[in-house]
């Protein structure tokens, strides 16, 4: 009984970061919209599309396995790995900030201040310490070093963009609140370290880099075919942007919301020791496609009516876009857990990495063909029927194992 009570107490902590992240967000977008317009808030959507993209090059893969990395490691070693992966990470960011601020003033010109200044602030959170805090099982410090910052940093920025009516102050206000959150997640952990040793050697970054290579491959490729369809609507249908920009931010809000349960499984599952994984692993593949089933037919249900309550402006979000979008979720929340959280302990993470291959493969035309025929309909079921794709796979390699276990 304590250990169940331990667990929810956890697990409602998890919650608690990602519940505030989420409450924010949504109160965020009837404000920014009714301040500068929708136009305005769909070229703050592709920015921070486009950061997600770009931070898979920044977190390089630690974001992904990270957390499992941190909970099967000695407690010792835990502050030296951080700070070979922070060391390895502003590196990165030096590289990929400047290639994204290209990018972004390619495709939005006439925003060239505002996307630059929002592409730096929506960057930095990958060099932050969330992922060590989720692997260590520490959920109070990830709200309050990590998303308690951020969360400030959305809603001074909030106050600021009421009080000037100026879109960029409220990016550079976010900036600044991202730099707090990263400084301190990294002092937080640093502190109990002993014996730290700072290797600034381009060849170690390098080595740090091998060894994530699964990793970064399955991020990338992941992120790849999430950001895809933005940059599709973008290129080929940008009189639909705001409309793909509601599916976007519903999509994400729904991960977002079902990332407790994966921040806890993650952690749950390896440390219970060798002995009892693959009992673990078992659960967790079993609770999986309900939660997974029960969160989509939400999204399908409740879609309209939520694109209604956030966009103050009529939308063309129906039953149309919040069937596709519910779809990807339910497949997502699927290959989260089974994908990051019980392949990669087991070693699989070659198999993970595949499977977001699969994904990017098979999605890619769907994604680029549905936009010239069925508009932004068609681009959402296409990343819909790459997401059921790589969920099925994992699937099929997870119960190859555990045959196998018996």
């Known amino acids: 009984m304590q250990a169940i009570v331990a667990a929810l107490l956890r697990l409602g902590t998890f919650a608690l970061t990602v519940g505030a992240g989420t409450i924010v967000g949504l109160l965020a977008i009837p404000v920014i919209t009714r301040m500068v317009?929708?136009?305005?808030?769909?070229?703050?959507?592709?920015v921070q599309s486009q950061a997600t993209l770009f931070g898979v090059l920044v977190a390089f893969g630690w974001g992904t396995i990270g957390p499992g990395l941190v909970a099967s490691a000695p407690i010792h070693k835990r502050p030296q790995l951080f700070l070979d992966s922070l060391v390895t990470r502003c590196y990165l960011l030096l590289v990929g900030a400047p290639l994204m601020v290209l990018l972004m003033i390619l495709l939005r010109p006439a925003e060239a201040v505002f996307v630059s200044v929002a592409s730096v602030a929506y960057l930095l959170p990958f060099v932050g310490a969330s992922w060590y805090f989720v692997g260590e099982g520490r959920p109070l410090r990830l709200f309050l070093y990590d998303a308690l910052p951020q969360l400030l940093g959305t809603v001074v920025g909030l106050i600021v963009l009421v009080a000037t009516t100026n879109f960029t102050m409220m990016v550079v206000t976010q900036l600044i609140f991202n730099v707090a959150a990263v400084s301190v997640s990294a002092f937080v952990v640093l502190r109990g370290g002993h014996g730290l040793v700072a290797d600034f050697a381009v060849r170690n970054s390098l080595k740090q880099m091998s060894k994530q290579r699964h990793g970064v491959v399955t991020a990338a490729t992941g992120s790849f075919y999430v950001n895809l369809p933005i940059l599709v609507v973008n290129t080929f249908i940008p009189t639909q942007l705001d409309s793909y920009a509601i599916a976007d931010r519903l999509f994400r809000f729904a991960v977002t919301a079902f990332s407790p349960v994966l921040q806890f499984v993650q952690g749950w599952i390896p440390e219970g020791g060798v002995e009892s994984m693959t009992h673990r692993i078992r659960r967790a593949a079993q609770f999986a496609p309900a939660l997974g089933l029960a969160g989509g037919t939400a999204m399908v249900l409740m879609g309209p009516l939520a694109a209604q309550i956030l966009v103050q402006a009529?939308?063309?979000?129906?039953?149309?876009?919040?069937?596709?979008?519910?779809?990807?979720?339910?497949?997502?929340?699927?290959?989260?857990?089974?994908?990051?959280?019980?392949l990669v302990p087991i070693g699989r993470a070659r198999h993970l990495a595949l499977s977001t291959v699969i994904g990017a493969v098979l999605g890619t035309p769907l994604i680029v063909i549905g936009?010239?025929?069925?508009?932004?309909?068609?681009?959402?079921?296409?990343?819909?029927?790459?997401?059921?794709?790589?969920?099925?796979?994992?699937?099929?390699?997870?119960?190859?194992?555990?045959?196998?276990?018996?």
């Not at 317009?37 to 592709?46: H, K, S």
């Not at 508009?375 to 555990?402: D, K, N, T």
């Open 371 to 406: 936009a010239f025929t069925f508009g932004v309909a068609g681009v959402i079921w296409g990343m819909a029927i790459s997401e059921v794709a790589v969920a099925l796979f994992q699937l099929r390699i997870l119960r190859l194992h555990l045959k196998n276990a018996v």
């Open 314 to 342: 009529p939308t063309e979000f129906g039953f149309e876009l919040s069937s596709p979008v519910g779809v990807s979720f339910a497949a997502v929340a699927v290959s989260q857990v089974i994908g990051l959280a019980c």
């Open 37 to 46: 317009g929708a136009d305005a808030w769909a070229v703050q959507v592709l």
